[in-house]
């Protein structure tokens, strides 16, 4: 079994909706989280970091930790056809640490 | 913004042939990662380097090493390739940020290997 699960999708939203994706992970030594953004064959690109439980928010896009359940979110407000690409969480227990990705969520908004 | 660079961008190689995959990081940042993200795959950690010195490895096969200059800069090199080790291999750098110190990972565009 993986250390991080998450959905591949793919996850299929109309245009203007609130995507909501999410992981859940076994290790509980995972301290630090982060939301990347990948558009197909492309590089990653860093989307959200947030250190320990609680939430983030930055424009259009919400960061959840649940560090008790072992369980992040990623909510996408206002979603835009450009919003579609693959969303994959990571996480580290050192700030410096090597990531441990998940899948990776197919996300297709349509317009 | 500048961001992490990776050369070449494409390689074709055949099997037993050796490839090197280059890495100029953000400037100012001291910490170099290496990915490998197979087909339809999340990427997997390979290695790490802070300041010149690795710093944690991973699923990293024995036939590929790894470097980190003094320009910060860092090279993988594969030798003896193998149809598997097709892939995007992706370089990161970080340094320190705000108060607690995290290391923000920036990723670079990738370099697509593809062996025959």
């Known amino acids: 079994q993986k250390e991080v699960e998450q959905d591949p999708g793919p996850l299929s939203v109309p245009e203007g909706a609130i995507v909501s994706l999410n992981c859940t992970y076994s290790?509980?030594?995972?301290?630090?989280f982060m939301w990347y953004r990948q558009y197909s064959r492309k590089g990653p690109e860093l989307l959200m970091y947030?250190?320990?439980?609680g939430n983030k928010e930055d424009g259009r896009f919400t960061a959840q930790v649940d560090k008790s359940s072992k369980y992040i979110s990623l909510f996408i407000r206002d979603s835009q056809p450009s919003d579609s690409a693959t969303y994959l969480c990571?996480?580290?227990?050192?700030?410096?640490?090597?990531?441990?990705f998940g899948a990776g969520t197919q996300v297709v908004v349509t317009p | 913004a500048a961001g992490v660079i990776q050369s070449p961008r494409h390689l074709i190689k055949e099997k037993r042939e050796t490839a090197t995959l280059k890495c100029y990081p953000i400037?100012?940042?001291?910490?170099v990662y290496w990915y490998q993200q197979g087909p339809g795959q999340d990427p997997q950690f390979l290695i790490s380097?802070?300041?010149?010195?690795?710093?944690d490895k991973g699923s990293i096969p024995d036939r590929f090493s790894a470097q980190q200059f003094s320009d910060y800069h860092s090279e993988l090199n594969m030798s003896s390739l193998e149809l598997g080790d097709s892939a995007l291999y992706f370089c990161?750098?970080?340094?320190?940020?705000?108060?607690?110190?995290?290391?923000?990972?920036?990723f670079g565009p990738g370099t697509r290997l593809t062996v025959t």
């Open positions: 990161a750098s970080s340094r320190p940020t705000g108060p607690s110190g995290t290391y923000e990972q920036y």
């Open positions: 400037p100012r940042h001291d910490t």
């Open positions: 290790n509980s030594a995972f301290q630090y």
């Open positions: 947030t250190y320990s439980s």
């Open positions: 990571a996480m580290t227990s050192d700030s410096w640490g090597k990531l441990q």
């Open positions: 380097f802070y300041e010149k010195m690795q710093s």
